[in-house]
């Protein structure tokens, strides 16, 4: 089972920042953070991972706690087609990379 | 680059039909592969992973079944589906290190009548 916590729903303007938040108190010392995405009909689509520092790619910034028990995904500029479900995942330290999904953020955002 | 293929993309199906679904990694080697479920409206499930060749392994007693006969071919099968086998399917691949993203494949959406 997921052991993250996430919002079921956010809204976000065109334009402006989308702050996505997690939970995932549980947490160990060697479990990393993941984040994906889905667009409706599509496989989920890998955004960003980080374990204690804060990670930054194209696409998207991610924000860990110093405590680790939770992160934030931002997205510094959305658009439309950022509108998918937000998946924040742990990856339970598995050299097996087994990762376990639970139902996500729906982030939409709106023009 | 390293790509992922599923079909089909759909499928339907009557109950009692079987079932294979095959999903094939090109541009890396010796991949982790998984396949994962997503019933409607809800998250995704893994079902089986594989870290070699004829080494599957079980997340979640089903009706299912999974086979890894070459390096980087994932097939899924059943012999007799079930109503409650409908879903989204989705194939996915890593290189296996805890630092080391899953990949995923367009999925194969399932309707069993």
């Known amino acids: 089972d997921a052991k993250t916590t996430q919002p079921p729903s956010m809204d976000c303007a065109e334009g402006r920042a989308a702050n996505l938040p997690c939970n995932h108190s549980t947490i160990s010392g060697n479990e990393y953070v993941y984040w994906y995405r889905q667009i409706h009909s599509q496989g989920p689509q890998y955004i960003i991972h980080g374990l204690k520092n804060n990670e930054t790619n194209e696409m998207a910034s991610l924000i860990i706690t110093e405590d680790r028990k939770s992160s934030t995904l931002i997205l510094p500029h959305a658009t439309l087609r950022d509108t998918a479900v937000y998946y924040c995942i742990d990856d339970r330290g598995s050299t097996l990379g087994r990762l376990y999904f639970g139902r996500g953020t729906q982030l939409t955002v709106w023009p | 680059s390293q790509t992922i293929h599923q079909w089909p993309a759909t499928l339907v199906q009557p109950v009692g039909s079987p079932l294979s679904l095959e999903c094939t990694v090109e541009g890396t080697s010796n991949p982790n592969l998984y396949w994962y479920r997503q019933a409607a409206g809800r998250g995704l499930q893994l079902l089986f992973y594989?870290?070699?060749?004829?080494?599957i392994s079980s997340e979640v007693p089903q009706n299912l079944s999974a086979s890894r006969p070459q390096d980087r071919q994932f097939i899924l099968s059943s012999k007799k589906l079930l109503l409650s086998d409908s879903g989204f399917y989705l194939c996915?691949?890593?290189?296996?290190?805890?630092?080391?993203?899953?990949?995923f494949g367009n999925g194969t959406r399932l309707t069993v009548t």
């Open positions: 594989s870290i070699g060749i004829d080494q």
């Open positions: 996915a691949w890593s290189l296996g290190p805890t630092d080391s993203p899953l990949h």
